[in-house]
Structures are given as C-alpha cells and as structure tokens.
C-alpha cells in the first residue's frame, strides 16, 4: 500500500492535482494483480479516456517510484478480463522478489474482490448508456470555468471595444467529462483554474512560466529581482528592459510578470506579444480597420509587455507608432516591459528616441546559463522524466550543452525518450550519439577567430577595421582588447597573435597585455561605435558572454 501511495503522489505531481482529483479521485481503485498495477475504472467513458491519455502517465510514475519499467492493467470496476497495457508483454522480471515481497499485501487488497450486485448494476447501466451518450448531440448539464487565452498568432487581433480579447477572461461552457484549459503559445494546456500544472495534447507535463519555475543564479540574479519588484508594486514602475541571448529566459520572465499582474493584482488587461505580433497588427490596422482602434487597444491597456524588440529595428512607421504607445503607457503609470537581445543602444535601426526610452528605466542584462544553473535545470527536467536520471550523466551533460535553456529542454526530452526506447537510463555514448550539435563534444576551444567576432559584434565594427592600422579610439581599443583576450582565451603565442591582428610584432601584443591590466585597475571607458563609454568590465564580460555561446 506504500508503494501505491508513492505512484498516487507521483502521477498527482505529473499531471496536476485537478486532473487527478477529476479522473483517479473517485473513479479508479488502485490494486496489484500480479507483477502489474491494476486500476478498476468506473465507466466505459472514463477507461478509454483514462486509456487514451493517462496511461503513460501511471507507467511513467510507476517507473520513478520502482525504478524499473512496470506493466500497468485498466479495467472496468465489473470486468474479470483487464486489458493490458503496451508494456506488459515485453516487461519480463518488471519486478524482483523483493518488490514482491513488499508489495505482496497489496495482492490481499480488498481492491480486488468482486463487486457487490448493487456496484454491478450500476456498471452495467453505465456501460448501457455509454453508447446513446456519445453518439447523441446532447451535451452533458454539467459545466466548469475555465479561462481560454487565444494561440499566440491570434494574439494581436484584439476587439474595437478598448480591451484586448486576448487578454480578457472568456467563461464557456465545457463538457464535465472532456475538460480543457488553457491554451498558451507553447501549445500547452493548463488547469481549470489557469494556474494548474500545464499538460500538452500528449500528456507530457510542461512547466508552467512563472517566477516558481524559475531557476535563480548569478547570471539571471539582477533580472529576476527587478521582476519581482515590479510585479510586488507596478503602480507608477519605471520601464523595464531584459537583454540576453537566446535561451537565457527572458521570455520566462515576461510570462511570470504577466501571471502575477493578473492573479495578485486582477489587471485583466495585461498585453503580452512579441514585437512581430505589434508589427503585423498595425499593419492590418492601417490596411483595414484604421488606427484609432489599435492605438486605443494598446495605449490604455493595464500593463504592456513585449518581446523581441529587436525585429523592430528599420521599420520606421512601426518604431514611431511603438515610441508613442511606449510614451502613453509610461504616462499613465502603468507597467512597460521590454526584452531583446541587445541592449536598446545596441540593436540596430531602433533609433535614438525608443532607444532612450527604454533605457530610461533599468536595463538589466541576462548572461548565459553557467554550469551549476545548467545542472539545476537539467535536475529538474530529470524529476518529470520516465525513469530517475543518475547524477554522472547530469554533470556530464551539464558540462557538454552551453546556456541554451530550450538546447537543455531538447536534450533531457532526448533522454527521456532514450529511457521509453531502451527500458532503462541511457549511457551517455548513448546519448552523446543521438544529440547531434546540441552537445559539445569536448571541452570548447576558442580560437582568434572567435575571439575577433565576438569583439567585432561587442563594438560594431568590421574585421577589416580591426586589423588595420587606424590610430582612433573606436578601433584602437578594440583591438587591444582583442589581444588580450586572445592571450587568455586561446593557447596562441604572443608571435601569433600579433600576425593575426595586423602582421604585428609580439611586443606590441604584450604591450597590449599590460595596458588593459592598467586599464582593469581604473575601470577606464572605452570608445567603440556601438555601446558608447562602455567600461572594460562591462566590454569584457559581453565579449567573454559571446564567447560562451559561440
């Protein structure tokens, strides 16, 4: 009976306690039969949707609490002849003696007595008017509330009525016995209550966005606070801007914002999109419904967020029309939230005016996932797998995947399909052979090449620059920059470095060395074309970021 309790709490934990408390609270009677788990189901409806969509989920929590594959049997309440599920007939020896041993009080279990006549009645006239109730138009009487928010590309077509459709709450009527939630642009579905545990079409639990699930560290530390304090009091809040390379989570971080707005402070008219979603709306506003809708939409909503605000970089109409929405927001008071992957000075063709702006609040930038936060993350993928992950393999990928989340999201969904394929954890020759590129295979070796790209893309300039001969602020410095982080990024010789830079000497390289020593010690600013009077710090942390992820 332990043992079963464990699998009831696991499956509770995988698909959500209102999924569960709906179809295994009342409706199924957990046994042991065997070497198999045995659920009596009350109601040909309910076994074969338990069947269709739950019945990896019990063999999945099964699997984690016993640590070995484990046949699984549903069967209606009055049955005597339970079908099998797809792993019983090849999951020979699923259990030890000693599981036996355990578990052998759950065979005496009351579960599995006959039913008295008055169940078998019920069963039967259950099973009776099963076939009359599908087949009919009627609709069962019974109906819930749940709050549906539309796929992400209808998300910038909202009503001329001032509040976003998208963005208010819409209650409809859904049959009792095929619940449905919340639609979100990851394709995944949430709870009755919008704050459930989200479960694709495929039953596989998806992490809900909001601050609980987010891992917090050193690279994600400022940004993750700033949040939070915004999301606590956004009255009166200044901008707000995320900055990052992809997969660093400041979508995450938009999500989680967006989720305490509406829960903690019932803002129903929060407006979440990316910037492509704000372009194509206006455009089809200014082709065919007129402005005044869409600004209205916009201008008075309760908090604006929007993401990838780089795709808005040379569109001029859309950036104008984006700095005054941005201008009424900040106005009224109301939350405005922004993340790229640049800084707003950085992206090009954004202009000065939204520029500034945005960076008139805090701009907080998100560094790549180091390795103890990659490790956490991968430890948390572990805990919804199909079998317990062990911690060399944790390390080891921890190790070999860069501060990518939606790489570290592929690889473990990669692992746990392994897991359903071979019956047990995957070695990591295994998995290193089906990652493809999503996995180093080594230690990464950064080359001058690399190091030249990344202070090319740091300060706007081209590598012909860089190695010519120019004496001006904006290419000089780069350049010694550049030889000093060849000099502690690569194995290359002083000689060598010099000749890459120009067909320079190796004094002067070394020169260079000393001077940006100098420099570390008075924190002195730096020229350059893009960040203007960026500190060496600030330029060699962005370099050394770039260098990271390649």
Known sequence: MAVLGKIKEVLEQRIGSDRFRLWFGDRVRFGMDGQAISLKVDGDFALERLRGKYLREVEAAAAQVTGRIVPVRMSLLADTAPVLSSEETSADGAFSDANQAECSPITASPLREEPTPAAAARARRIAASQPTRLTSDAKPTRSIRVTEQPPAAAGAVRTARGAAASDRPRVRSVPAATPRGTSGTNGATAGPDGAGTPVESSGRRVVPMTFGSFLQSTSNSLAITAAKLLAADPVGSAPLCFWGATGTGKTHLLHSIR?????????????????????????????????????????????????????????????????????????????????????????????????????????????????????????????????????????????????????????????????????????????????????????????????????????????????????????????????????????????????????RNHSTVIAAHRRVEQWLEGDQPLGGRGPKNMKVQEAISAVENLLRIG
């Open 259 to 503: 989720h305490e707005l509406r829960v903690r402070h019932g803002l129903s008219r929060v407006i979440l999109l990316s910037a492509e979603h704000f372009t194509n709306d206006f455009l089809s506003c200014v082709r065919g419904t007129g402005l005044p809708a869409f600004r209205k939409r916009y201008r008075d909503a309760d908090a604006l967020l929007v993401d990838n605000v780089q795709f808005l970089g040379g569109k001029t109409a859309t950036l104008r029309e984006m700095m005054y929405t941005v201008d009424a927001v900040v106005s009224r008071g109301r939350p405005l939230v922004m993340a790229a992957d640049r800084q707003p000075m950085e992206i090009d063709g954004l202009g000065s005016d939204l520029a500034g702006r945005l960076s008139s609040g805090l701009v907080c930038g998100i560094n790549p996932m180091e390795r103890e936060l990659r490790r956490d993350l991968y430890r948390c993928h572990a805990q919804h797998s199909f079998l317990p992950w062990d911690e060399p393999t944790i390390e080891m990928l921890a190790e070999r995947t860069i501060g990518d989340g939606r790489v570290i999201q592929g690889v473990s969904q990669l692992v746990s399909m392994l897991q359903r394929m071979y019956r047990r954890m995957p070695t990591f020759q295994e998995i290193t052979s089906q990652a493809g590129e999503m996995l180093q295979r080594g230690p990464k070796v950064v080359a001058l090449a690399d190091v030249e790209r990344a202070i090319c893309a740091t300060f706007g300039i081209s590598t012909q620059d860089l190695r010519s001969d120019a004496k001006s602020r904006n290419v000089s410095h780069p350049r010694i920059l550049a030889m000093y982080l060849s000099r502690e990024h690569t194995s290359a010789a002083f000689s060598e470095i010099g000749r890459y830079y120009g067909d």
